[in-house]
């Protein structure tokens, strides 16, 4: 009698257990560690309340990662979904030319990010890259690609828009595929133009899948590290460093954990913060019927 | 028959018995290290010989990577206890795990082995702080000036040049630039933090004091030393600002033929002769005012976690690796100082020394080589002085205000964990 109650509970709690150990409980101790001072050699780990906080919220490095993340993210998430959307309308019909196009897209989003930052590094190297090469060949002059703050931070969101299009493109199609035909068709036959069909028919039914994406884009634009960690490290001269890095450098490099912890806790409510942000704003005009 | 049979399992079970026993009486020393490549191979053969020597030690060799990746790997291990029991630690960063009671202290050992004795002076001040030795030298370097004979001939400047000042190796990389340039080839390369380092040093000044802890970002002659090195990126556009975001590209720029200049360590030695053959000059760092180069590389730390037996072990392992024999084998295949007063009586030293011109320069700066500070905070300086060098070199913030703010903050900073 009891086990059929017990039954779905029990093949359950392998999967809770792993979530438990790997997902929540490091962030339980992420957020102890924040009220901490630790070195990770210390055996203490001596409790310092808001220090932490406090120094991060005084600090102009912190201040800055934010910004340049933000700016990331303003930048990023609107150019990938746009691309990603434009792209899937052209390859959503289900041909030859279109599947191979598909593979071709899809294939950086499950290259290693290492290498394709350390292929772009030689591709961007100012003096001994490709594409200075090219345009140098071409009669213009070489260009800082990543030397200059501006230029670095948007070589950064194209490559990554580059590596991350794949999925978008795919997610989207799957989103287009499921529009009805026969709603198409009525436009067409009511007389709507290809533009204002588009605009009051496709994307009003895709808003299910443009709040997805815009979710998990904004989430992996505030989580951007290898990239950057390959290529700039930061630089030029901290023009690059978001957060995530800012966080990877105090925490191992620095060996400052507790505050390291702490940006991984500010992160963490930003990023709740956001999605709830979006739910508000854009969750009422997501309708998931046709 | 049935006697053999008996007498065969017998002794089978015997031979088991003694290599079990054998294999159980093995110490085994995990070793994480920085070297691959030749230095790597040269590694290797220093293990091996230690090996053959002491069946009963089992030296387990890791390559973790540069000496970044073993500081960020090992304090990711420490509270895992999965750290190793030796570790090779960049002379100035293992001070703060020193300071950590992570190492052990290995004053009472080092001062019962007749290696200590062998060892020159500035190798055996390298591992100590205050008045214990936390790690035995193992690679020592100390910068030096490589330059390109072939694109130096190309650029007019015959036999070997005199480059003892910052404006004679400035002039020559102009020299270079002007004459060659359409061929793709700049005349320096930007300095990394290591020859940075060094040529504050050559300037008559320092980034910290090594006796004293003294922070001397600000000093006058530290900015006057930056200044030159930001300006044959940023203003003279000597050297490539590849470079100066990625400190390799300008060494490997060197290696391929496309710089005429590079000041980088004397590790850096074999790799530069295998790349650039015959073309390869050596020149001692300049004395732009008096001569002092500092001290680099790595030496050998134990951690005080480890076993006593592993450590025992670690330790007789690692004063092998700092002996004559190993020391000749290590300076031979790649260029690193000598750090063993015996290791040049060494035939295979002997010979590096007659068949490798240039391989003495580090030697003969011996004289004028210093430690490096090493307090904690010398980990924070080290980490941060990259965006500040980029920010100097890429003309986006003037060299001495720069300055300024970056040791303030280093004073702030080491106050904060002093306390």
Not at chain 1, 175 to 187: I, R, S
Not at chain 2, 245 to 250: A, C, I, P, W
């Amino acid at each position: 009698m009891l086990m059929p109650k017990l039954t779905p509970y029990l093949l359950a709690a392998p999967l809770i257990a792993f979530i438990a150990v790997f997902t929540y409980l490091p962030i339980i101790s992420s957020v102890d560690l924040s009220f901490r001072s630790w070195n990770f050699m210390s055996p203490e780990k001596p409790f310092v309340g808001f220090d932490n906080y406090a120094r991060l919220f005084a600090s102009d490095d912190f201040w800055h990662s934010l910004s340049v993340t933000a700016v990331f993210a303003a930048i990023s998430v609107p150019l990938r979904l746009a691309l990603a959307l434009a792209i899937a309308s052209y390859l959503k019909r289900e041909i030859f030319s279109s599947r191979i196009l598909r593979g071709a897209l899809f294939l950086p989003t499950i290259t290693s990010t290492v290498s394709i930052a350390v292929v772009f590094s030689w591709v961007f190297s100012t003096d001994y890259g490709l594409a200075n090469a090219a345009l140098t060949g071409l009669g213009l002059g070489k260009v800082p690609w990543l030397q200059d703050p501006q230029i670095a931070l948007l070589v950064l969101i194209l490559i990554n828009t580059w590596k991350q299009l794949g999925y978008d493109v795919i997610i989207y199609i799957a989103g287009l595929q499921a529009v009805p035909q026969e709603l198409y068709d009525a436009a067409s036959m009511d007389g709507g133009r290809r533009w204002q069909v588009f605009r009051r028919v496709t994307v009003p039914l895709i808003m299910p899948t443009t709040y997805f994406l815009l979710v998990i884009s904004v989430i992996e634009a505030f989580q951007v590290f290898t990239i950057i960690n390959v290529m700039t490290r930061g630089g030029p001269a901290g023009a690059t460093d978001m957060l995530v890095h800012l966080l990877y450098r105090t925490g191992f490099v620095l060996f400052d954990i507790g505050t390291g912890s702490a940006l991984a806790v500010i992160l963490f409510v930003l990023l709740i913060g956001l999605a709830l942000v979006k739910s508000r704003v854009l969750g009422a005009k997501v309708h998931y019927e046709a | 028959m049935s006697r053999k049979l008996h007498v065969l399992i017998a002794a089978s079970v015997l031979a088991l018995a003694v290599s079990a026993s054998a294999a159980q009486a093995q110490t085994t020393v995990t070793f994480w290290h920085s070297f691959n490549n030749k230095s790597g191979e040269a590694l290797e053969e220093i293990i091996g010989k230690y090996e053959a020597a002491n069946p009963e030690v089992d030296v387990q060799a890791e390559y973790v990577g540069n000496y970044n990746d073993i500081v960020a790997r090992l304090q990711a291990a420490i509270p895992a206890n999965r750290a190793p029991d030796a570790v090779i630690l960049e002379v100035t960063r293992y001070g703060l795990f020193a300071d950590g009671g992570v190492l052990a202290d290995l004053t009472p050992y080092f001062d019962a082995d007749p290696l200590k004795d062998e060892l020159y002076d500035y190798a055996r001040q390298i591992g100590v702080i205050g008045d214990k030795n936390y790690i035995v030298p193992f690679n020592s370097s100390t910068p030096v000036l490589y330059y390109n004979k072939d694109i130096f001939a190309r650029a007019g400047i015959e036999g070997e040049p005199d480059l003892s000042t910052f404006e004679q190796i400035a002039d020559a990389a102009q020299t270079v630039s002007d004459a060659l340039a359409s061929e793709g080839i700049t005349g320096i390369a930007a300095p990394g933090q290591f020859a940075r380092w060094g040529l504050v040093m050559a300037n008559g000044s320092d980034l910290i004091d090594a006796t004293t802890g003294e922070i001397l970002l600000d000093d006058p002659k530290t900015i006057e030393a930056y200044e030159w090195m930001a300006s044959l990126v940023h203003d003279r556009q000597l050297a490539s600002a590849d470079g100066v975001t990625e400190e390799d590209n300008g060494r490997d720029a060197f290696l391929a033929g496309k710089v005429g200049i590079m000041m980088n360590s004397t590790g850096n030695y074999v790799g530069a002769r295998d790349a650039l053959g015959e073309d390869l000059g050596v020149l001692p760092m300049p004395c732009n005012d008096g001569c002092a180069v500092p001290i680099g590389g790595a030496g050998i730390g134990i951690l005080a976690n480890s076993p006593q037996e592993a450590q025992d072990a670690a330790y007789d392992f690692v004063s092998y690796a700092a002996s004559a024999e190993a020391n000749a084998i290590w300076f031979a295949a790649t260029g690193y100082l000598p750090i063993n007063r015996n290791s040049a009586e060494q035939p295979v030293a002997a010979e590096a020394l007659a068949s490798q011109p240039g391989i003495d320069v580090a030697i003969n700066s011996l004289p004028n080589a210093h430690g490096r500070a090493r307090t904690p905070v010398v980990t924070w300086m080290r980490t941060n002085e990259y965006d500040m060098w980029q920010a100097m070199a890429l003309g986006q913030r003037p060299v001495e205000e720069t300055l300024i703010q970056f040791a303030e903050e280093t004073r702030a900073e080491e106050a904060r964990t002093s306390n």
